[in-house]
């Protein structure tokens, strides 16, 4: 079993998002730790770019203070190695195809695999052409995770038939961002998956309230929640994880609720 399958063997799992380096690869190391002691069952880890296509607002201007604050792929690589050491379950990082390019793929992903990184979500790599980095991931224990956004049924089956890792099924078209309500045909999406692979299925993109974790665990495997959290990052700055704990505490709760 790979390491981020056993994320969801004890039943649904609670995925958080975090942008490294916001407000500093410190509070990030310390936040990470804090989510895990939580109940997360795997993390999110945002390398920052500075132009986020697939990101809205919240997950933006966190990616600028990053950025502003000295945050580098390789600072972030050796924060990674630290958290290594003081947390088991599965990391990935959520990035763009810019920064791992130039990084060169070889180089990017032996350092993934000596930080102990499990998986990387790409979300401007189309499906047409992710061998370019499938292949080096791969070498290096690195599995590339798929997005499937609400779309055909036939593209949906093909790009779940490759998937490694778990499957990011996206609740809405747009970009992240906290919503007040999600009206995708989410059940007929995961069944149009389960028709070809048993990977995990994780739902994310505007999930941000207790109930709706409940519900979209109903659907899928897991939940994935970024802005909600980089938005207390926002509001508390270095001070976040008492506040970060009690809403990890509280989605990993409703997410339990939807395995009864």
């Known amino acids: 079993m790979s390491k981020i399958r056993e994320a969801f063997q004890n039943g649904k799992a609670f995925i958080p998002f975090i942008t490294a380096g916001d407000p500093t690869l410190e509070d990030t190391e310390r936040f990470i730790v804090t ?30 203070r990053a950025l502003a604050s000295g945050t580098t792929a390789d600072k972030v690589f050796d924060m990674v190695s630290r958290v290594r050491k003081k947390v088991s379950i599965p990391l990935v990082f959520m990035t763009y195809l810019n920064p791992v390019y130039h990084y060169g793929y070889e180089k990017f992903f032996t350092r993934c695999e000596e930080a102990g990184i ?37 593209r949906i089956r093909m790009i779940a038939k490759e998937a490694g890792g778990f499957i990011y099924v996206v609740s809405s078209m747009g970009v992240t961002g906290m919503r007040s309500d999600i009206t995708t045909d989410l059940p007929s999406m995961v069944r149009a998956i389960r028709e070809v692979t048993t990977i995990p299925c994780a739902i994310g993109f505007g999930i941000n309230t207790p109930d709706q974790a409940e519900k979209m665990a109903g659907i899928a495997d897991g939940v994935i929640v970024g802005s909600a959290i980089v938005k207390i990052i926002e509001r508390k700055g270095s001070g976040a994880a ?19």
Not at 39 to 59: M, Q, R, T, W, Y
Request: glycine content about 6%; some cysteine; overall charge negative.
């Open 35 to 64: 989510m895990a002691d939580c109940g997360a069952d795997l993390i999110e880890i945002g390398i920052p770019f500075s132009d986020p296509i697939a990101e809205g607002i919240v997950i933006q201007e966190a990616d600028i």
């Open 118 to 154: 499990s998986g990387i979500i790409i979300p401007d790599l189309p499906y047409e052409e992710k061998a370019e980095a499938d292949g080096p991931a791969a070498a290096h224990g690195v599995e590339l995770i798929s997005m499937i956004a609400p779309t055909s049924e036939d």
């Open 242 to 260: 008492p506040e970060i704990a009690e809403y990890v505490r509280k989605m990993k709760d409703a997410v339990l609720r939807a395995a009864k």
